[in-house]
């Protein structure tokens, strides 16, 4: 079962630069680990020590929030997209 992560622009260093990966999995959770996996250096930019994902890394199971769903026990399918979107800081002083 295919499973496309969409890498943003500030992860893609960790990434050999692409865009997008194709990855297995039946669970984001599991995704993601695949994910760290392959490219061992975006661990820490994805989870805290405890396995988590960052507070600022937003994860998203096609136009969904994992965080609306159950988290990184989300279950995945075939073609599912996940995006993985940190939160940028910004505004007006």
């Known amino acids: 079962m295919a499973v496309t992560v969409l890498i ?3 992860l893609r260093a960790y990434t050999e630069r692409k865009s997008e990966i194709d990855l297995e999995g039946e669970t984001v959770g599991k995704v993601l680990q695949n994910l760290v996996s392959l490219y061992p250096d975006s ?3 994805l989870f805290d020590e405890e396995g988590k994902p960052r507070s600022f890394v937003n994860v998203f199971l096609g136009e969904t929030n994992i965080k609306n769903l159950n988290g990184l026990d989300s279950e995945t399918k075939n073609g599912d997209t996940i995006m993985l979107i940190p939160a940028i ?3 007006r002083r």
């Open 8 to 10: 943003p622009t500030t």
């Open 43 to 45: 661990k820490k930019s």
């Open 89 to 91: 800081a910004g505004g």
